[in-house]
């Protein structure tokens, strides 16, 4: 996304002020729609934050602690889009403002990571199996402008911005694991200043009601660019938005009264939301993945395009997200039909021997669990019972109807739907990009 060259919406009212103004408002439209692709990541973040720590909600946690989870997220979770249905997640929301935080993790032997993402959404730090061992340690998280603690027994991670998304994943091997998974999770420890709890009275926004915000929007953005300033290279968007009226400490629904500016803003927060929801949506037979997630760098599309769709993502040398919504013919994925998935033998995704492992996981359209009749939300190489063949090949069921055992059956809903084969820790041609899924087949 390159910036434009609109600058502050001014015309001469007295020379055909009619084509002056529809020029104007095309301009600001533009403008307005390169500025939602590229805050809409930023302000879900901000969102799913206030609503996580928002102390009027029951089961809200205060920045800079832990929230663990103490069960595998189902149907009835819908905080964020894209679930994982293998790991217990730890979520922390950290304010480094007022000084450094401390992560603490004992020696875990399974598939642990810890992903520190910045305020847009990019995937900064790892800790975990892969990227700092079974051993455990002790991490220091400082803020951009932070003063890095003078010990040597300690890890230190500066941060991009002082607000930092921390999200734990621990691996459950089965449901007679979980007891043992969550004590684990349990044991990881954050410590650092007692971040102030929000005054607020009145609920926190939902993260899924964005486009229905119209010029709330950039309100709400100019808000996020005060408190985490982006990158540099993010200034030529930031100072034509400057221009019209948004930025830091800016509160563009009230301060903009132009009502030519005024209507294109807000018909561009739609026009885009809507945009988005098509992208990179068309009709291909197959599965579909990349390896540029959770790291965007200019790419602000893309960024866009997963936090609509998969919101905290991991980069692809934690995890690849194969992901296919359309049979080997090119139709789309529905309850109504019975599709089979076999893979060949030595065909399974190539992973990592010690930690990799891989699931398919069942989606609905809002890219939620699927409620069914067995509880299995995914099935993969940790499934209980699952049956290989004599010659090593696998067969997976999926349909909405069980089609004789449900041993290898993934439950699909009645209608539209999408599945993701979750490899963690990949390698060989799947981590090069070259690796190829075999197809849905109806049968």
């Known amino acids: 996304m390159v910036p434009s060259s609109t600058t502050k919406p001014h015309f001469d009212r007295s020379r055909d002020p009619i084509t002056a103004a529809a020029a104007v408002g095309a301009g600001v439209f533009e403008l307005g729609m390169r500025a939602y692709l590229w805050g809409y990541p930023a302000v879900i973040t901000a969102r799913t934050r206030d609503y996580a720590t928002d102390p009027t909600r029951e089961d809200s946690y205060r920045p800079n602690t832990f929230s663990h989870s103490s069960k595998l997220f189902d149907h009835r979770e819908h905080i964020i889009v894209k679930p994982n249905n293998d790991t217990l997640y730890s979520w922390a929301w950290l304010n480094l403002v007022d000084g ?24 900064w730090a790892y800790v975990g199996s892969r990227s700092t061992g079974s051993d455990g340690g002790t991490y220091v998280l400082i803020g951009p402008g932070g003063e890095a603690p003078a010990s040597a027994d300690v890890q230190v991670f500066r941060a991009p911005t002082d607000h930092v998304w921390l999200l734990g994943r621990t691996l459950v091997d089965g ?13 990881y420890t954050l410590s650092g200043p007692d971040s102030v709890t929000s005054t607020r009275h009145v609920p926190a926004l939902s993260p899924h009601t964005i486009p229905e915000s119209g010029l709330g929007f950039f309100d709400e953005l100019a808000a996020v660019v005060a408190s985490d300033p982006p990158p540099a290279e993010d200034k030529p ?11 830091p400490g800016c509160v563009p629904s009230e301060e903009i009264t132009d009502p030519v500016v005024r209507t294109a803003l807000r018909a561009a927060v739609g026009a885009a939301h809507g945009w988005l929801e098509t992208y990179g949506g068309a ?3 197959g599965w579909t993945y990349g390896t540029r997630l959770g790291a965007y760098g200019r790419n602000h599309l893309l960024r866009a395009a997963i936090a609509l769709r998969g919101l ?18 090119g139709n789309r994925l529905t309850g109504e039909e019975t599709y089979l998935l076999r893979f060949r033998p030595n065909e399974l995704p190539p992973l990592r021997k010690d930690f990799g492992f891989w699931s398919i996981t ?13 509880e299995r939300y995914s099935i993969g190489d940790r499934t209980s019972g699952i049956r290989y063949e004599e010659d090593g090949s696998l067969e997976i069921v999926i349909s909405h109807v069980r089609q004789g055992s449900a041993v290898n059956w993934l439950p699909a809903p009645k209608g539209p739907f999408e599945v993701t084969l979750r490899c963690y820790l990949p390698t060989g041609a799947l981590r090069s990009g070259e690796y190829v899924v075999p197809p849905l087949r109806r049968i």
């Open 100 to 123: 450094p935080v401390t992560l603490t993790v004992p020696p875990v032997s399974r598939y642990h990571s810890f992903q520190f993402m910045d305020a847009y959404t990019n995937t």
């Open 175 to 187: 449901p007679e694991d979980l007891a043992s998974a969550i004590e684990i999770s349990n044991s």
């Open 237 to 247: 968007l930031l100072d034509e938005l400057a221009a019209l009226g948004v930025g």
């Open 283 to 285: 009709k291909r037979s």
């Open 312 to 329: 905290g993502a991991l980069t692809a040398d934690e995890a690849i997200y194969p992901t296919s919504r359309f049979d080997a013919d």
């Open 362 to 374: 069942m989606y609905d359209e809002r890219n939620f669990l699927v409620d069914n009749p067995i």
